[in-house]
Protein backbone atom coordinates (compact mmCIF):
# COMPACT_ATOMS: atom_id res chain seq x y z
CA UNK A 1 0.00 0.00 0.00
CA UNK A 2 3.03 2.48 0.55
CA UNK A 3 5.09 4.38 -2.18
CA UNK A 4 8.59 3.25 -1.87
CA UNK A 5 10.23 5.83 0.22
CA UNK A 6 7.32 6.05 2.96
CA UNK A 7 7.32 3.73 5.74
CA UNK A 8 4.19 2.14 7.21
CA UNK A 9 3.42 3.24 10.92
CA UNK A 10 1.59 1.24 12.75
CA UNK A 11 -0.85 3.01 15.52
CA UNK A 12 -0.97 1.44 19.03
CA UNK A 13 -3.94 1.42 21.76
CA UNK A 14 -2.35 5.25 22.92
CA UNK A 15 -3.73 6.59 19.60
CA UNK A 16 -7.15 6.91 21.01
CA UNK A 17 -5.73 8.50 24.18
CA UNK A 18 -4.29 11.68 22.13
CA UNK A 19 -5.00 11.14 18.62
CA UNK A 20 -4.22 15.42 17.83
CA UNK A 21 -0.47 14.62 18.69
CA UNK A 22 -0.44 11.05 16.59
CA UNK A 23 -1.91 13.66 13.49
CA UNK A 24 0.41 16.46 14.23
CA UNK A 25 2.96 13.87 13.94
CA UNK A 26 2.47 12.28 10.84
CA UNK A 27 1.14 15.66 9.15
CA UNK A 28 4.43 16.98 9.70
CA UNK A 29 5.73 14.15 7.53
CA UNK A 30 3.08 14.19 5.03
CA UNK A 31 -0.80 15.11 4.78
CA UNK A 32 -1.22 11.38 3.74
CA UNK A 33 0.30 8.67 5.26
CA UNK A 34 -0.12 5.15 5.13
CA UNK A 35 -0.99 3.24 8.98
CA UNK A 36 -1.68 0.30 10.32
CA UNK A 37 -4.80 1.18 12.59
CA UNK A 38 -5.27 0.01 16.23
CA UNK A 39 -7.45 -2.35 14.94
CA UNK A 40 -5.08 -3.83 12.56
CA UNK A 41 -6.58 -1.90 9.14
CA UNK A 42 -3.94 -0.96 6.79
CA UNK A 43 -5.09 2.83 5.70
CA UNK A 44 -3.85 5.72 3.77
CA UNK A 45 -5.02 8.27 6.99
CA UNK A 46 -5.32 12.09 6.13
CA UNK A 47 -4.81 14.64 8.38
CA UNK A 48 -4.26 17.80 5.78
CA UNK A 49 -7.01 19.92 5.53
CA UNK A 50 -6.75 21.14 2.23
CA UNK A 51 -5.87 17.11 1.21
CA UNK A 52 -9.34 16.45 3.47
CA UNK A 53 -10.88 18.13 1.16
CA UNK A 54 -9.76 17.12 -1.98
CA UNK A 55 -10.83 13.23 -0.30
CA UNK A 56 -14.23 13.86 0.51
CA UNK A 57 -15.06 15.64 -2.79
CA UNK A 58 -13.22 13.34 -4.99
CA UNK A 59 -15.85 10.67 -6.48
CA UNK A 60 -12.86 8.28 -7.79
CA UNK A 61 -12.62 7.91 -3.54
CA UNK A 62 -16.07 5.32 -2.97
CA UNK A 63 -17.96 4.34 -0.15
CA UNK A 64 -18.59 1.16 -1.85
CA UNK A 65 -16.24 -1.25 -3.55
CA UNK A 66 -17.58 -3.19 -6.77
CA UNK A 67 -18.66 -6.44 -6.11
CA UNK A 68 -19.41 -6.09 -2.33
CA UNK A 69 -23.39 -6.04 -1.26
CA UNK A 70 -24.87 -7.08 1.94
CA UNK A 71 -26.97 -10.19 2.16
CA UNK A 72 -30.50 -8.91 1.28
CA UNK A 73 -32.42 -10.52 4.13
CA UNK A 74 -29.95 -10.13 6.30
CA UNK A 75 -29.49 -7.77 9.53
CA UNK A 76 -26.91 -5.62 7.56
CA UNK A 77 -28.80 -4.69 4.60
CA UNK A 78 -31.52 -3.58 6.64
CA UNK A 79 -29.49 -1.24 7.71
CA UNK A 80 -26.82 -0.12 5.62
CA UNK A 81 -28.71 1.60 3.08
CA UNK A 82 -27.92 5.02 4.06
CA UNK A 83 -26.88 8.22 3.04
CA UNK A 84 -23.44 7.87 5.01
CA UNK A 85 -22.97 4.26 2.53
CA UNK A 86 -23.81 5.93 -0.41
CA UNK A 87 -21.98 7.44 -3.65
CA UNK A 88 -23.95 10.18 -6.09
CA UNK A 89 -26.44 9.38 -7.71
CA UNK A 90 -27.84 7.13 -4.80
CA UNK A 91 -26.66 9.81 -2.05
CA UNK A 92 -28.61 12.76 -3.75
CA UNK A 93 -31.43 10.38 -4.63
CA UNK A 94 -31.85 9.60 -0.39
CA UNK A 95 -31.35 13.14 0.46
CA UNK A 96 -33.75 14.57 -1.82
CA UNK A 97 -36.13 12.39 -0.28
CA UNK A 98 -35.49 12.42 3.48
CA UNK A 99 -35.48 16.26 3.22
CA UNK A 100 -39.14 16.48 2.10
CA UNK A 101 -39.93 15.06 5.52
CA UNK A 102 -36.78 16.65 7.33
CA UNK A 103 -37.83 20.14 6.79
CA UNK A 104 -36.57 22.82 9.31
CA UNK A 105 -40.43 23.40 9.98
CA UNK A 106 -40.57 20.19 11.42
CA UNK A 107 -36.96 20.95 13.14
CA UNK A 108 -37.96 23.82 14.45
CA UNK A 109 -41.26 22.47 16.19
CA UNK A 110 -38.81 20.05 18.40
CA UNK A 111 -37.30 23.04 19.07
CA UNK A 112 -40.03 23.76 22.75
CA UNK A 113 -40.29 19.86 23.63
CA UNK A 114 -35.83 19.51 23.16
CA UNK A 115 -35.64 23.02 25.64
CA UNK A 116 -38.29 21.27 28.10
CA UNK A 117 -36.27 17.59 27.90
CA UNK A 118 -32.90 19.63 28.71
CA UNK A 119 -34.23 21.64 31.48
CA UNK A 120 -35.88 18.66 32.97
CA UNK A 121 -31.89 16.52 33.31
CA UNK A 122 -30.61 19.78 34.14
CA UNK A 123 -33.43 19.93 37.31
CA UNK A 124 -32.88 16.46 38.02
CA UNK A 125 -28.98 17.30 38.20
CA UNK A 126 -29.39 20.10 40.44
CA UNK A 127 -31.60 17.66 42.50
CA UNK A 128 -29.53 15.06 42.46
CA UNK A 129 -26.83 17.44 44.58
CA UNK A 130 -29.27 19.13 46.47
CA UNK A 131 -31.06 15.86 47.98
CA UNK A 132 -28.12 13.49 47.75
CA UNK A 133 -25.66 15.97 49.13
CA UNK A 134 -23.33 15.12 46.33
CA UNK A 135 -20.73 17.77 44.99
CA UNK A 136 -20.79 15.61 41.97
CA UNK A 137 -22.79 13.93 39.24
CA UNK A 138 -22.00 11.91 36.71
CA UNK A 139 -22.53 14.13 33.57
CA UNK A 140 -22.53 11.13 30.78
CA UNK A 141 -25.01 9.03 32.81
CA UNK A 142 -27.42 11.97 33.50
CA UNK A 143 -27.32 14.34 30.89
CA UNK A 144 -25.56 13.60 27.92
CA UNK A 145 -26.56 9.90 27.26
CA UNK A 146 -30.82 10.51 27.91
CA UNK A 147 -30.32 13.91 26.10
CA UNK A 148 -30.38 12.67 22.77
CA UNK A 149 -32.04 9.28 22.95
CA UNK A 150 -34.88 10.90 24.46
CA UNK A 151 -35.19 13.12 21.52
CA UNK A 152 -34.38 10.57 19.21
CA UNK A 153 -37.67 8.34 20.32
CA UNK A 154 -39.48 11.66 20.18
CA UNK A 155 -38.48 12.67 16.79
CA UNK A 156 -39.56 9.18 15.55
CA UNK A 157 -42.49 8.59 17.01
CA UNK A 158 -40.86 5.70 19.40
CA UNK A 159 -43.83 5.71 22.10
CA UNK A 160 -42.46 5.63 26.12
CA UNK A 161 -43.62 2.40 26.95
CA UNK A 162 -40.87 0.65 24.04
CA UNK A 163 -37.92 3.18 25.35
CA UNK A 164 -36.45 1.23 27.67
CA UNK A 165 -35.81 -1.61 24.88
CA UNK A 166 -34.57 1.18 22.52
CA UNK A 167 -32.17 2.60 25.09
CA UNK A 168 -30.45 -0.80 25.49
CA UNK A 169 -30.25 -1.84 21.70
CA UNK A 170 -29.01 1.95 21.52
CA UNK A 171 -26.45 1.31 24.13
CA UNK A 172 -25.02 -2.20 22.79
CA UNK A 173 -24.91 -0.95 18.67
CA UNK A 174 -23.19 2.44 19.90
CA UNK A 175 -20.58 1.02 22.03
CA UNK A 176 -16.94 -0.35 21.59
CA UNK A 177 -17.59 -3.50 23.10
CA UNK A 178 -20.11 -5.38 22.39
CA UNK A 179 -20.23 -9.44 22.59
CA UNK A 180 -20.76 -10.62 18.07
CA UNK A 181 -23.47 -12.50 19.68
CA UNK A 182 -25.07 -9.47 21.92
CA UNK A 183 -24.81 -6.98 18.76
CA UNK A 184 -26.18 -9.16 16.59
CA UNK A 185 -29.13 -10.50 19.04
CA UNK A 186 -29.38 -6.06 19.54
CA UNK A 187 -29.20 -5.02 16.00
CA UNK A 188 -31.97 -7.98 14.46
CA UNK A 189 -34.03 -6.59 17.86
CA UNK A 190 -33.87 -3.32 17.02
CA UNK A 191 -34.42 -3.53 13.08
CA UNK A 192 -37.56 -5.96 14.02
CA UNK A 193 -38.62 -3.10 15.52
CA UNK A 194 -38.42 -0.53 13.19
CA UNK A 195 -40.33 -2.59 10.62
CA UNK A 196 -42.85 -3.23 12.98
CA UNK A 197 -43.18 0.33 13.57
CA UNK A 198 -43.28 1.35 10.37
CA UNK A 199 -46.10 -0.98 9.50
CA UNK A 200 -48.38 0.25 12.94
CA UNK A 201 -47.75 3.91 10.99
CA UNK A 202 -48.44 3.05 7.69
CA UNK A 203 -51.82 2.11 9.37
CA UNK A 204 -52.17 5.48 11.46
CA UNK A 205 -49.84 7.38 10.69
CA UNK A 206 -48.72 9.98 13.18
CA UNK A 207 -46.96 13.80 13.76
CA UNK A 208 -43.57 11.76 13.42
CA UNK A 209 -40.17 11.82 11.10
CA UNK A 210 -41.13 8.06 10.19
CA UNK A 211 -44.38 8.77 9.21
CA UNK A 212 -43.31 12.15 7.11
CA UNK A 213 -40.89 9.53 5.62
CA UNK A 214 -43.39 7.16 4.93
CA UNK A 215 -44.98 9.53 2.69
CA UNK A 216 -42.04 11.79 1.48
CA UNK A 217 -41.92 11.16 -2.39
CA UNK A 218 -39.70 12.53 -5.26
CA UNK A 219 -42.29 11.88 -8.74
CA UNK A 220 -42.96 8.43 -8.12
CA UNK A 221 -39.88 7.32 -6.10
CA UNK A 222 -39.85 6.64 -2.52
CA UNK A 223 -37.86 4.86 -0.24
CA UNK A 224 -38.03 1.43 0.35
CA UNK A 225 -38.39 -0.92 3.72
CA UNK A 226 -34.64 -1.29 3.87
CA UNK A 227 -33.91 2.07 3.16
CA UNK A 228 -36.52 3.61 5.90
CA UNK A 229 -34.96 1.22 8.57
CA UNK A 230 -31.44 2.21 7.64
CA UNK A 231 -32.79 6.38 7.39
CA UNK A 232 -33.58 5.08 11.50
CA UNK A 233 -30.43 3.49 12.20
CA UNK A 234 -28.33 6.54 10.98
CA UNK A 235 -30.33 8.65 12.76
CA UNK A 236 -29.93 7.27 15.63
CA UNK A 237 -26.01 6.90 15.48
CA UNK A 238 -25.29 10.24 13.74
CA UNK A 239 -27.21 11.86 16.40
CA UNK A 240 -26.77 10.09 19.53
CA UNK A 241 -23.32 8.86 19.53
CA UNK A 242 -22.05 12.57 17.98
CA UNK A 243 -24.14 14.30 20.37
CA UNK A 244 -23.15 12.16 23.55
CA UNK A 245 -19.51 13.15 22.97
CA UNK A 246 -19.84 16.28 22.09
CA UNK A 247 -21.89 17.16 25.62
CA UNK A 248 -19.08 15.20 27.27
CA UNK A 249 -15.87 16.08 25.73
CA UNK A 250 -16.95 19.81 25.02
CA UNK A 251 -17.81 20.17 28.85
CA UNK A 252 -14.34 18.50 29.40
CA UNK A 253 -12.68 20.58 27.12
CA UNK A 254 -14.41 23.94 29.05
CA UNK A 255 -13.43 22.31 32.57
CA UNK A 256 -9.63 22.15 31.28
CA UNK A 257 -9.68 25.88 30.28
CA UNK A 258 -11.44 27.93 32.90
CA UNK A 259 -10.73 31.21 31.31
CA UNK A 260 -12.69 30.57 27.91
CA UNK A 261 -15.70 28.90 30.30
CA UNK A 262 -15.84 31.88 32.28
CA UNK A 263 -15.57 33.79 29.18
CA UNK A 264 -18.54 32.18 27.89
CA UNK A 265 -20.75 32.67 31.37
CA UNK A 266 -19.98 36.26 30.85
CA UNK A 267 -20.81 36.53 27.68
CA UNK A 268 -23.86 34.26 26.45
CA UNK A 269 -23.62 35.81 22.90
CA UNK A 270 -20.28 34.25 22.39
CA UNK A 271 -22.59 30.81 22.37
CA UNK A 272 -22.87 30.10 18.83
CA UNK A 273 -19.43 30.18 18.12
CA UNK A 274 -18.73 28.28 21.10
CA UNK A 275 -20.89 25.22 19.48
CA UNK A 276 -18.74 26.00 16.18
CA UNK A 277 -15.22 26.14 18.24
CA UNK A 278 -15.95 23.11 20.40
CA UNK A 279 -16.95 20.98 17.02
CA UNK A 280 -13.51 22.02 15.41
CA UNK A 281 -12.01 21.41 18.88
CA UNK A 282 -13.48 17.96 19.91
CA UNK A 283 -15.06 16.57 16.80
CA UNK A 284 -17.50 13.94 17.76
CA UNK A 285 -15.91 11.43 15.70
CA UNK A 286 -12.85 11.86 14.83
CA UNK A 287 -13.02 9.70 11.46
CA UNK A 288 -14.89 10.04 8.75
CA UNK A 289 -16.20 6.99 7.08
CA UNK A 290 -13.92 4.40 5.05
CA UNK A 291 -13.77 5.20 2.07
CA UNK A 292 -11.44 3.12 -0.83
CA UNK A 293 -9.77 4.38 -4.28
CA UNK A 294 -12.04 2.84 -7.54
CA UNK A 295 -9.13 3.78 -9.18
CA UNK A 296 -5.27 5.07 -8.95
CA UNK A 297 -5.29 8.47 -7.56
CA UNK A 298 -2.86 11.28 -6.31
CA UNK A 299 -3.41 12.79 -3.34
CA UNK A 300 -1.25 15.01 -1.09
CA UNK A 301 1.72 13.77 -3.31
CA UNK A 302 1.48 10.27 -2.83
CA UNK A 303 -0.30 7.84 -5.31
CA UNK A 304 -3.18 5.64 -3.96
CA UNK A 305 -3.52 2.16 -5.54
CA UNK A 306 -6.79 0.70 -6.85
CA UNK A 307 -8.64 -0.81 -3.77
CA UNK A 308 -6.27 1.10 -1.43
CA UNK A 309 -8.61 2.42 1.80
CA UNK A 310 -8.58 5.89 2.75
CA UNK A 311 -9.43 7.00 6.33
CA UNK A 312 -9.95 11.11 6.33
CA UNK A 313 -9.11 12.33 10.06
CA UNK A 314 -11.92 14.95 10.70
CA UNK A 315 -9.84 15.89 14.28
CA UNK A 316 -6.63 16.04 12.39
CA UNK A 317 -7.77 18.17 9.57
CA UNK A 318 -9.41 20.54 11.96
CA UNK A 319 -6.30 20.87 13.79
CA UNK A 320 -4.07 21.71 10.78
CA UNK A 321 -2.16 24.98 10.93
CA UNK A 322 -2.59 25.70 7.48
CA UNK A 323 -5.90 26.07 7.83
CA UNK A 324 -6.07 27.27 11.99
CA UNK A 325 -3.95 29.70 13.32
CA UNK A 326 -2.42 27.92 16.65
CA UNK A 327 -5.14 25.03 16.20
CA UNK A 328 -4.63 23.44 19.63
CA UNK A 329 -6.05 26.48 21.63
CA UNK A 330 -9.56 26.64 22.71
CA UNK A 331 -10.55 29.65 21.38
CA UNK A 332 -14.73 30.59 22.03
CA UNK A 333 -14.40 33.75 19.74
CA UNK A 334 -12.33 31.95 16.62
CA UNK A 335 -14.28 31.98 13.40
CA UNK A 336 -14.05 27.74 13.17
CA UNK A 337 -16.19 28.53 9.90
CA UNK A 338 -14.90 25.84 7.40
CA UNK A 339 -14.20 22.93 9.94
CA UNK A 340 -14.89 19.09 9.19
CA UNK A 341 -17.82 18.03 11.66
CA UNK A 342 -19.26 14.75 11.91
CA UNK A 343 -22.35 16.03 13.59
CA UNK A 344 -25.55 15.84 11.50
CA UNK A 345 -27.62 19.42 10.86
CA UNK A 346 -30.02 18.20 13.61
CA UNK A 347 -26.81 17.95 16.01
CA UNK A 348 -25.71 21.32 15.43
CA UNK A 349 -29.24 22.38 15.53
CA UNK A 350 -29.70 20.87 19.04
CA UNK A 351 -26.26 22.01 20.19
CA UNK A 352 -27.11 25.72 19.40
CA UNK A 353 -30.45 25.11 21.51
CA UNK A 354 -28.90 24.02 24.78
CA UNK A 355 -29.60 26.25 27.98
CA UNK A 356 -26.42 27.32 29.00
CA UNK A 357 -24.90 26.03 32.47
CA UNK A 358 -26.37 27.14 35.27
CA UNK A 359 -25.00 28.22 38.26
CA UNK A 360 -25.74 26.13 41.06
CA UNK A 361 -25.79 22.67 39.72
CA UNK A 362 -22.89 20.08 40.86
CA UNK A 363 -19.81 19.91 39.02
CA UNK A 364 -19.74 17.43 36.42
CA UNK A 365 -18.03 14.48 37.07
CA UNK A 366 -17.84 14.16 33.27
CA UNK A 367 -13.82 13.00 34.05
CA UNK A 368 -15.25 9.70 35.85
CA UNK A 369 -13.84 7.32 33.29
CA UNK A 370 -13.91 8.64 29.62
CA UNK A 371 -16.33 9.64 27.39
CA UNK A 372 -17.32 7.01 24.64
CA UNK A 373 -14.21 6.98 22.50
CA UNK A 374 -14.65 9.69 20.06
CA UNK A 375 -11.68 8.19 17.59
CA UNK A 376 -12.53 4.42 17.06
CA UNK A 377 -12.30 3.79 13.60
CA UNK A 378 -14.26 0.35 12.92
CA UNK A 379 -11.91 -1.90 9.98
CA UNK A 380 -12.92 -1.89 6.80
CA UNK A 381 -13.51 -5.33 5.27
CA UNK A 382 -11.07 -4.66 2.23
CA UNK A 383 -9.75 -7.82 0.25
CA UNK A 384 -8.71 -8.20 -3.13
CA UNK A 385 -9.41 -4.23 -3.63
CA UNK A 386 -13.15 -4.92 -2.08
CA UNK A 387 -14.31 -3.03 0.63
CA UNK A 388 -17.26 -2.16 2.70
CA UNK A 389 -17.41 1.47 4.07
CA UNK A 390 -18.04 1.67 7.90
CA UNK A 391 -19.35 3.67 10.03
CA UNK A 392 -16.52 6.27 12.14
Known amino acids: ?3 PDITVERLGADYFQDPYSVH ?49 DSVIASMDLHMLNTDPPDHGRLRRLVNKAFTARQVERLRPRITAITAGLLDDMADQGALGGQSEVDLLA ?7 ITVICELLGVP ?39 AA ?41 TTVNLIASGMLALLLNPAELARLRADPSLTSSAVEELLRYVNPVSNATFRCAAEPLELGGVRIGRGDPVLVSLSGANRDPARFGDPDRLDLGRDSSGSW ?13 WPGWRPGLPSPACCRGSARSASRSRRPRCAGGRARSSTA
Do not use: C
Open 142 to 148: SFAFPLP
Open 160 to 198: PADRDDFRAWSATIVSDIPAPEVFQAHATAMARYFMALL
Open 1 to 3: MSA
Open 341 to 353: RSATASTIAWARR
Open 24 to 72: ARLRAKRPVMPVIMPGGAPVWLVTGYAEARAALADPRLSKRMPGWHPEP
Open 201 to 241: KRQQPRDDLLSALLGARDDEDRLSENELVSMAFLLLVAGHE
